[in-house]
């Protein structure tokens, strides 16, 4: 069958993404197709966001000597800081169906899965109610950190999948340990390029509907 899931992430990060930021969030889908011998394979699309940015304090060559950042109109500007990205993952899972807990539908089960991703990050800077010069679209990548990079995943969980199409859901246990690197050529701040290899690692949980879309009415297949 075809499976379309949809989903959310909550994740701890560790390694050099601890030292960045905080708590992330994805949400995203999903598009696998599951073999007759349990076996399936997906690519996904995930959005990755979070509001916890602990990277130092990399605007202190635009604060004026009390701390501040002075707008193009003379007030004092309100900067937000946000964590954004993206992940395209490529999972490769097994469905263990003699460790269903509901004996419904032959496809539920305890699954794993490993894979591998493309991960993309950076600081979303957000300047509010003021026009501040040195963080116009163009200076912004100066001070952005964008990074990206392959990881590999690994997960475990559980798939149900009920009898009418609409009861379909899975919860999994994730990690991934993407190796980045900064990819600015510049950073204001550092007066330089950061060439600093990275080891990002994400921690956390992962819960979704699946929509499947079966060749047939699956209870025409089923035999007790």
């Known amino acids: 069958m075809v499976m379309i899931n949809v989903g959310y992430g909550g994740y701890i990060p560790g390694g050099t993404l601890g030292d960045r930021f905080g708590y992330t969030s994805q949400v995203g889908g999903e598009v696998g197709y599951k073999f007759k011998n349990n076996l399936y394979a997906s690519l996904g699309g995930q959005f990755l966001f979070g509001d916890v940015v602990k990277e130092g304090d990399f605007l202190k060559s635009i604060r004026l000597s009390n701390g501040y950042i002075m707008g193009a109109d003379g007030r004092y500007a309100t900067i937000r800081y946000y964590e954004r990205g993206y992940a395209i993952p490529l999972r490769i899972g097994y469905i263990f169906n ?3 807990l509901f004996k419904t539908n032959p496809n539920s089960g305890v699954y794993i899965e490993s894979g591998i991703q493309f991960i993309q990050h950076k600081i979303r800077i957000e300047v509010i109610g003021n026009n501040v010069p040195a963080l116009d679209n163009n200076y912004k990548k100066g001070y952005d950190r964008l990074t990206n990079g392959l990881g590999l995943l690994g997960s475990v969980g559980y798939r149900f999948f009920g009898n009418k199409r609409l009861v379909n859901f899975y919860l999994a246990l994730d990690m991934s340990a993407n190796f980045t690197a900064e990819r600015r050529d510049y950073n204001f701040d550092l007066l ?6 990275r080891t990002d690692i994400l921690t956390g949980f992962r819960a979704g509907w699946t929509l499947p879309l079966y060749p047939s009415a699956p209870e025409k ?4």
């Open 98 to 100: 003699k460790l269903s």
């Open 192 to 197: 330089g390029k950061n060439d600093q290899q």
């Open 221 to 224: 297949k089923y035999f007790y």
